[in-house]
């Protein structure tokens, strides 16, 4: 009894809810503890009418080392089962190893810490644990505290004896697992690719904070008697849609995401908002065409400042950067949702959080059907009809675009949709979105048959969020405040700057970096460009 004590006093003040369900529930009798032929501690659990080991009964440190071995350089190591915690201990002696515990039943935790004890490894900064976790909740807590450009490379561990006698329960837990790393591969690759350029355009936009318009101004663009909205996306199959699209356009709101704004220029047609939320150079390629830059855009603070600076009417918001969100709760900056990862989900939450009652939707592929990545006259249309010879033809050069870093791929069946994952990824975030959704909701595109519009009992789309403050800070102010909590390395600084960690980690591939040293060179990167772009 004396080591349940002690090991709930160090477990309720790291993780108080799993101390509680300890507390409340009757311990496992199917556990026992003995020793291992050298005199170490192991454990024994009885699986049906025979009793097993969950450790090496010769030497279970051995066993563990091996474990470590089979984990690698990974900086972030789910554990399934806790046994006598040898393997958690040689896991932890490692400095920059963060390890995620994962057991089945507060019963069989108690039977554990009764047993022996484990206060040095719940006490540990680096440990961390779930129990009893469905296979989403784990997805979810990894999707959320696994960052590879800190923590590096990933591994999920199980003591050898329950990947056999718990087997399905393992696979399950592993499937959810590889389901996280899937997302979190994307997520990081956009963060390595894009991090630099988010936090210097961010930094470098500031300048121009309290010229930005308010939210309010954003939401007086849809205080009108129409309630009837037509968005644009910038799929191949607007060519077919053009005529019901001119027809439609005479009643409705037109709102256009920044790609598809040359091809309504095309049409005569002047959308009423053009909503961007790319922070790459060539955004001003969309904006090219004569009185595209009068035209009020929704950008994110991550927009390219060129752009920013160029625009009559920017309604400025903050994006799902870190940055971004840190600086809307200190500005009151509107907070577009931007989860989806692509520009017509954005486009689609803003006007249904601005009361549109009736929406369709035009554009909406999400594939490249014939080897045609966009609709007429957009920037890649255009690109390619300049380049265009007798020899490189548009079709070639657009198959090129197509297929571009996808050799070696194969697709299982020939589809004239030329499918992608990248595209893919994105139709089932708006398929997830979409059932989110209430109101009248019409979808054309080669997508539409994928994508269910059945309404659900809900509010619809989140309303537009707007963090309010007393007085907004000057630039100025508001990047030495950052900047010093920086330097102090106050909490939530490092979420901060982790688009520039992903990015300098992808940078140092090839090389063994510590977590430590990079944290520190984009902190340093980070500290420049405030000096450069706003002398603080």
Avoid at 140 to 148: A, E, R, S
Avoid at 252 to 270: G, H, N, R, Y
Wanted: charged share 20%; aromatic share 8%; glycine share 8%.
């Amino acid at each position: 009894m004396k080591l349940l004590e002690a090991n709930l006093s160090i477990l309720g003040r790291r993780f108080p809810e799993v101390a509680r369900l300890v507390i409340e529930a009757d311990p496992e009798p199917d556990i026992r503890f003995s020793s291992s032929k050298n005199g170490l501690q192991i454990v024994y659990e009885t699986f049906g009418e025979r009793e097993y080991p969950l450790h090496s009964t010769i030497d279970p440190s051995r066993e563990a080392r091996r474990l470590l071995q089979t984990a690698g350089n990974s900086g972030f190591t789910a554990v399934y089962g806790l046994g006598a915690a040898w393997h958690l201990e040689e896991f932890l002696n490692l400095n920059d190893r963060e390890v995620l515990l994962i057991i089945d039943g507060p019963g069989r935790l108690r039977s554990f810490l009764s047993g022996r004890d484990y206060r040095k490894i719940l006490g540990h900064p680096r440990f961390g644990m779930l129990i009893d976790p469905g296979p989403e909740e784990l997805t979810d807590h990894l999707v959320h505290n696994y960052l590879p450009g800190l923590h590096g490379g990933f591994s999920f561990i199980c003591l050898p004896a329950l990947s056999i006698r718990r087997r399905e329960r393992y696979q399950q837990l592993k499937r959810a697992a590889d389901l996280a790393l899937n997302k979190i591969r994307n997520d990081f690759s956009v963060q390595a690719h894009f991090g630099l350029l988010w936090s210097r355009n961010c930094i470098a936009n500031l300048a121009y904070l309290q010229d930005f318009p308010a939210a309010s101004d954003y939401l007086s663009l849809f205080e009108r008697s129409i309630k009837k909205a037509l968005l644009v996306g910038a799929g191949p199959s607007l060519r077919e849609d053009r005529e019901l699209l001119l027809r439609m356009a005479e009643d409705s709101m037109l709102i256009a995401v920044d790609t598809a704004l040359p091809f309504l220029q095309q049409l005569d047609l002047k959308p009423d908002l053009v909503v961007s939320i790319d922070s790459q150079f060539y955004t001003l390629l969309h904006a090219m065409q004569p009185g595209s830059l009068d035209i009020p855009w929704a950008i994110t603070l991550s927009a390219p400042p060129a752009l920013l600076r160029s625009l009559k009417t920017p309604l400025v918001f903050a994006g799902g950067i870190p940055l971004e969100l840190a600086l809307a709760r200190k500005t009151g900056l509107p907070i577009m949702d931007t989860r989806g990862g692509n520009v017509l989900q954005a486009a689609l939450s803003l006007a249904l959080s601005s009361g549109m009652e009736e929406l369709t939707i035009f554009g909406v592929d999400y594939a490249q059907p014939g080897g045609i990545p966009y609709a007429p006259a957009t920037y890649v249309d255009r690109w390619f009809r300049l380049r265009e010879t007798r020899t490189s033809p548009f079709l070639a050069q657009s198959l090129g675009f197509t297929f571009e870093g996808r050799s070696g791929q194969e697709i299982p069946e020939y589809s004239h949709l030329y499918p992608c994952g990248r595209l893919d990824r994105y139709r089932e975030n708006m398929a997830a979105y979409l059932k989110t959704c209430s109101g009248k909701l019409k979808i054309r595109g080669v997508s539409a048959p994928f994508l269910s519009t059945e309404s659900t009992p809900s509010s619809g789309a989140q309303a537009l969020q707007v963090l309010l403050t007393k007085d907004t800070p000057k630039p100025s102010e508001l990047l030495r405040e950052i900047s010093e909590e920086l330097r102090n390395n106050a909490p939530g600084t490092v979420q901060l700057i982790y688009p520039l960690i992903s990015f300098l980690r992808k940078q140092r591939e090839s090389s063994v970096a510590v977590p430590g040293e990079i944290i520190e060179e984009a902190r340093s990167l980070f500290l420049k460009f405030v000096s450069l772009y706003a002398g603080v």
